[in-house]
């Protein structure tokens, strides 16, 4: 599967993570897109599923009421509307990449090898196992690619990544528990620069003694990089998981204040019944989804495709309704 664009592999992919999703909140869109006219009680039916779905009461009543002022007389054409709504919602992020690595245009320049990726989250995301899935997915496109070990407060989380290296044949820089970040990412990119690595992605603390501490631990990482790379990173990814819904979002809000996020991977979406979280995460943070984990395997990540998702969790149009 081809990360960095939509397949048909990856559309499937996500179809398939989206299963338990559209067997519960989501699912009724099949169920409420089945009338035929458009009534009161279908747009409460519609509200209701948003909300349910993680998508946040703003972003649900700002959908809404664009697609009520269309004014669609039958669940057909509701249908339309709302999705391009939500298909819009997740591509306005994309409009302007914030970072120097995904999203832009063929003939972009490329930044300077190597291509430097920080990527921060709570503890529990997934983020170690999604650096992991990045570098493999890197390696199969013929990069050669490094990781930092940054998590150094957590010794599982170095051990970690050292075994996902020794699986997935990706080199790891590591200094024992308790070192400095900071250290840890200036010397994976000295290395990588050295020998030649095409990206480094560098793995951070996800907690400290407390959020004052984490977000300077990781504005100094961030500092160290401009200084040896000359530039800052070329993305910072937050990795969220999807199954922490909205306490998740006011937990990643810290990190979208304190450190300049350019995208979003998420983690663990197989395993949620509310997929909605993506709807919020775009408006509330202006911030695209790059990425989503499908699985539990190392191939398990797929590039984020706004209208292969939006077409996954709306199911196929319903024929009572699109047949007439």
């Not at 999705?83 to 930044?111: F, M, N, S, Y």
């Not at 793995?203 to 631990?217: F, H, S």
Request: proline content about 5%; charged content about 30%; overall charge negative.
């Amino acid at each position: 599967m081809r990360l960095f664009g939509r397949s048909k592999e990856s559309d499937a992919a996500t179809d398939e993570a989206l299963e338990k999703t559209r067997r519960s909140f989501l699912g009724r869109f099949g169920e409420i897109f089945a009338a035929s006219d458009v009534t009161e009680e279908l747009w409460e039916s519609l509200e209701e599923v948003l909300i349910g779905a993680d998508a946040g009461v703003g972003t649900t009543m700002e959908v809404l009421d664009r697609v009520r002022e269309a004014d669609p007389k039958r669940s057909d054409e509701l249908r339309a509307l709302l999705r391009q709504e939500l298909v819009g919602i997740l591509r306005e992020p994309a409009r302007e990449p914030k970072g120097r690595l995904w999203g832009l245009p063929d003939d972009a320049p490329p930044p300077p090898r190597p291509g430097i990726v920080l990527v921060v989250g709570v503890n529990g995301s997934g983020k170690t196992t999604g650096i992991a899935r990045l570098a493999y997915a890197y390696h199969q496109e013929g990069k050669r690619v490094a990781c930092a070990a940054g998590d150094t407060f957590r010794a599982a989380a170095i051990e970690q990544l050292q075994e996902w290296g020794k699986r997935l044949d990706f080199d790891v820089f590591a200094h024992k528990t308790g070192a400095d970040p900071a250290a840890v990412a200036y010397d994976a990119i000295e290395a990588a620069q050295a020998r030649g690595h095409d990206i480094v992605l560098i793995d951070t603390a996800g907690r400290l003694q407390n959020k004052k501490n984490l977000m300077d631990e990781l504005t100094k990482v961030r500092r160290v990089i401009q200084r040896h790379a000359e530039r800052g990173p070329d993305e910072v990814l937050l990795v969220l998981d999807a199954t922490t819904g909205q306490n998740g979002l006011s937990q990643a809000r810290a990190f979208t204040e304190s450190v300049e996020v350019t995208g979003v991977m998420l983690t663990k979406l197989d395993g949620t019944a509310k997929g909605g979280i993506v709807f919020a995460i775009a408006r509330e943070f202006g911030l695209p989804v790059r990425f989503v984990g499908t699985g539990g395997s190392a191939e398990a990540l797929a590039p984020f495709d706004p209208e292969a998702f939006v077409d996954a969790l709306l199911g196929d149009p319903a024929p009572a309704a699109a047949d007439r």
